[in-house]
């Protein structure tokens, strides 16, 4: 089974940028797709954006298209976004998650994951 790390979250002022990473173990995850996934208090957890396993295909979130970019790096077993102009509105916990696929489909809804890490949380100061 992959086991998945998150880190890179914090506090950050409004407009300011962070690099989440996704550490995974146990297994390779070049035969995942990958998603991000963010939950805010009192929400639900909601799909942010998401890569198929070849990094070939990405999917993001339409809110967040511009702003962040999902990446991967296979030999590494490393998973990141990039998210930049950040706003209050993104402060939540960010979770990693891994889809068994090696399709271009990306998932887009938490059911479809297999396996999550822990989360990593982004404050957003205004």
């Known amino acids: 089974q992959v086991q998945l790390q998150e880190s890179g979250g914090g506090l950050v002022q409004a407009g300011g940028s962070l690099r989440l990473s996704c550490a995974a173990s146990?297994?390779?995850?070049?035969?995942?797709?990958m998603g991000w996934f963010r939950q805010a208090p009192g929400k639900e957890r909601e799909f942010v954006a998401g890569i198929s396993w070849t990094g070939g295909t990405t999917d993001y979130v339409d809110f967040l298209k511009g702003r962040f970019t999902i990446s991967r790096d296979n030999d590494k077993n490393l998973v990141y976004m990039q998210m930049n102009s950040l706003k209050p509105e993104d402060t939540a916990v960010y979770y990693c998650?891994?889809?068994?696929?090696?399709?271009?489909?990306?998932?887009?809804?938490?059911?479809?994951?297999?396996?999550w890490g822990q989360g990593t949380q982004v404050t957003v100061s205004s």
């Open positions: 146990g297994r390779t995850i070049r035969n995942y797709a």
């Open positions: 998650a891994a889809h068994l696929s090696v399709r271009s489909y990306i998932p887009t809804t938490s059911g479809e994951y297999e396996r």
